[in-house]
């Protein structure tokens, strides 16, 4: 038996009602379950309503919108941080016309007022005012505005008629919005003031208020009250357009007017009745003439014209001597541009510089550019290139007149005629410098050194040194005898002494012997026992890998 028999058999009004409903009322009461308890079919059924729900709900009020609008506004923004694109197709059409209108309204404004300050101020009357704004401490656009304006409203206030509450106001100045509700309530009073005072038909109030330069201009309908502020005598026909607007607005929110209770948001689309009230006229309008104006915005303008083409064709002619000098930068042996960096007028340049590259403000003259202009930030560092290997074998190792230096491939040529010594030294200072892996001396020959032919000194007559005892004595053969040796005889006594086999070479210099070559152990060691027997000598210097390993 199911569960349901087994309810059923418990509860006695359970069993009674299945009897007297059979199976058919069970399952009507799990249908009608089932549709409060499944949200899809619940879902389903309030869908079918729903449209015609809110219709229904914003006929009685207001209390929907503003309850959903928290939620429309944080799904919006939602979508707009998403994807702003849809948002902004669908506004397209309508955001495009709205802008070009505000923008040819500007402009129009702009140049109406531009006109009428250019034609006062080319004038006898113009200077007259411009004197009287200096001596007055105002601005020549409020002179001007003063001895010009017909006209012009400043603020328009719609008010309930019964109730006395602002329904809309619109201005000129946007400021003036957070005290309309306080003016508005300074009408109503002053108006109810002067009905009860002075008028016998509480139908009539105030037509027109006047404070110096300033009128209230009141209209009244049935419902509302039209109060409009203006600077200046307006003229009769804007009467009949204050009053002509009033009877419209009368009759286009006839239904809300009875039934307004305090919310003034049904009249926020009265505003296109009343900003066609905010208008303004000065004298001599349609009588001036624009010459002055268009002279002097067309002198403006070719001015304009001529500088922006003046300033760009310097620009352009500036960036083209630019790029020429970093392409000749570029292209200069060693130098490596890295990165170019461009504030205003101000260049600057890092990268890496050979020492003996060519030095790059000498360049700048050649394109008209500056040095003020331009700074360096370049790394020093060794090119490998063929001629900057040759500057520094040149620079090192300062050869002689004699010989020629040449580098290829890695290798030092040397060619031409020098001493031993000097070609010993080379060969070691060499294999310091970057890029020279081998020395080629193949193609040097040695100069000999010339022989020294000892010659007798004359003899001393007798007759010089008894005419002159303040003469030494000392004889011309010692001064030979002590003077120095030069670095050949020295090299010589060291071969003599030394006795070098035919693979070692030897130098002298400055109280060193360089021995290099091949040769064994044994010669060696003589040679570092031997040679501080020159006295001349203080110092050998022999290369490790000149030392040959004999085979026994």
Request: glycine share 4%; hydrophobic share 40%.
């Amino acid at each position: 038996m199911s569960e349901n028999n087994n309810k059923s058999s418990d509860n006695p009004l359970d069993a009674l009602r299945s009897l007297l409903g059979g199976g058919e009322e069970a399952k009507r009461i799990e249908a009608i379950e089932e549709r409060f308890e499944n949200e899809q079919i619940l879902a389903q059924d309030i869908a079918a309503v729903l449209a015609e729900a809110i219709e229904i709900r914003n006929k009685e009020d207001s209390k929907l919108g503003k309850t959903l609008a928290p939620t429309i506004e944080e799904a919006l923004r939602s979508s707009i941080t998403r994807n702003p694109q849809p948002l902004s197709d669908a506004l397209f059409p309508v955001m495009g016309p709205a802008i070009r209108k505000s923008i040819n309204n500007t402009i129009t404004e702009m140049m109406q007022s531009l006109n009428q300050t250019l034609e006062n101020s080319f004038s006898i009357q113009g200077l007259k005012w411009r004197l009287e704004a200096k001596r007055t401490g105002k601005t020549f656009a409020e002179v001007v505005m003063v001895n010009t304006l017909v006209y012009r409203v400043e603020q328009v206030f719609l008010i309930h008629k019964e109730t006395g509450l602002l329904l809309h106001h619109v201005s000129h100045d946007p400021a003036l919005t957070a005290d309309a509700d306080v003016v508005s309530s300074m009408l109503t009073a002053v108006q109810d003031f002067v009905r009860d005072s002075f008028a016998s038909n509480t139908s009539q109030g105030i037509d027109n208020l006047r404070m110096g330069d300033l009128e209230v201009m009141i209209e009244t309908s049935p419902d509302v009250v039209l109060a409009v502020i203006c600077r200046g005598n307006p003229p009769r026909s804007f009467t009949n357009e204050v009053q002509e607007t009033i009877e419209h607005i009368q009759q286009l929110y006839a239904s809300e007017l009875q039934a307004f209770e305090g919310d003034t948001e049904v009249f926020e689309k009265v505003s296109g009745n009343l900003e066609p009230l905010l208008v303004q006229d000065f004298k001599g309008n349609t009588k001036s003439s624009p010459v002055k104006a268009i002279v002097l915005l067309a002198s403006i303008a070719l001015f304009i014209a001529w500088w922006v083409g003046s300033s760009a064709i310097q620009g352009n002619q500036s960036q083209t001597a630019w790029n020429n000098y970093i392409t000749q930068l570029q292209a200069e042996p060693g130098i490596v541009v890295g990165h170019v960096n461009i504030q205003g007028n101000q260049y600057t340049i890092s990268g890496l510089r050979d020492p003996l590259s060519v030095d790059p403000y000498t360049l700048l003259s050649n394109h008209d550019l500056g040095t003020q202009t331009v700074s360096f930030h370049m790394q020093p560092y060794h090119s490998l290139q063929n001629e900057f290997v040759l500057k520094r074998a040149y620079k090192r190792l300062q050869p002689p007149e004699s010989i020629k230096l040449s580098y290829q491939d890695n290798v030092l040529f040397i060619q031409g005629a020098t001493k031993p010594n000097w070609l010993d030294n080379a060969v070691t200072k060499a294999r310091y410098i970057s890029g020279i892996h081998r020395v080629d001396s193949t193609q040097v020959s040695f100069i000999k050194p010339p022989t020294v032919h000892k010659t007798k000194p004359k003899p001393i007559p007798i007759s010089r040194l008894i005419s002159k005892p303040e003469v030494s004595f000392s004889s011309p053969e010692k001064k030979v005898l002590k003077r120095s040796l030069t670095d050949a005889e020295i090299l010589k006594l060291a071969i003599a002494l030394l006795k070098p086999p035919s693979s070692i070479q030897m130098s002298y210099s400055n109280g060193t012997l360089f021995v290099s070559g091949l040769s064994t152990k044994a010669w060696v060691e003589y040679a570092n026992s031997n040679y501080s027997r020159i006295e001349q000598i203080r110092r050998l210097f022999v290369s490790n890998h000149s030392i040959k390993k004999e085979n026994s």
